[in-house]
């Protein structure tokens, strides 16, 4: 592939989400100076490698080198909070609801604080799918995780935030 192709390329698949980029970044970062070296840095390595996307939209594309950025990022400057997920949580969850659940229906202030407050792997979930509005089968490709962690990982940080946002008298 040519230089000029390439460009071209990169221009279609990658400029039109940008800004998606960015809010992934700075919600695994936590602040706005480490996501945007997060998100140059991903978009460093998506123009290198936009040879080697096959996807008609790049969205999902681009947010997954997002994320590994973001993780190797944060391996290398911080300690994350992990949290392990536990098999027999799979077997009840089933969520039919469209995206822009309760995070869209409550005070920002409120929910950017819930949000932050999150371990990152239920953040960066909630993210994807009530922001961004991606689909589990997206937000598994994105995260390279089985649809079914993704499902737990959703309805954990969805009953985490109800529970934060009960303690503050919140309605959600």
Same mark, same amino acid.
């Given at each position: @592939? %040519?230089?000029?192709? $390439? ?9 039109? =989400? ?14 706005? =100076? ?5 998100? *140059?840095?991903?978009? @460093? ?9 096959? /996807?008609?939209?790049?969205? %999902? ?25 536990? *098999? ?7 969520? =039919?609801?469209?995206?822009?659940? /309760?995070? =869209? ?11 932050? !407050? ?16 991606? $689909? ?14 993704? @499902? %737990?990982?959703?309805?954990? !940080? ?15």
């Amino acid at each position: @592939m %040519s230089d000029a192709e $390439s460009k071209a390329q990169f221009e279609r698949l990658v400029l039109p =989400h940008l800004d998606a980029a960015y809010n992934l970044a700075r919600w695994l970062a936590g602040n706005d =100076h480490d996501a945007q070296d997060i998100a *140059q840095e991903a978009c @460093m390595r998506a123009f290198r490698f936009v040879a080697g996307c096959r /996807a008609a939209d790049g969205r %999902s594309w681009l947010l997954a080198i997002v994320r590994n950025t973001a993780y190797t990022w944060l391996k290398k400057n911080r300690s994350p909070r992990l949290v392990s997920v536990d *098999q027999d949580e799979f077997d009840e969850i089933e969520d =039919h609801n469209p995206p822009a659940g /309760a995070v =869209h229906c409550a005070d920002t202030a409120a929910v950017r604080e819930a949000l932050e !407050a999150l371990p990152l792997e239920f953040r960066e979930a909630l993210v994807l799918r009530e922001i961004e509005g991606l $689909s589990y089968k997206e937000i598994a490709e994105v995260a390279g995780l089985p649809i079914g962690t993704v @499902m %737990s990982r959703l309805a954990r !940080a969805r009953r985490e935030l109800r529970v934060a946002f009960e303690r503050k008298g919140e309605k959600v």
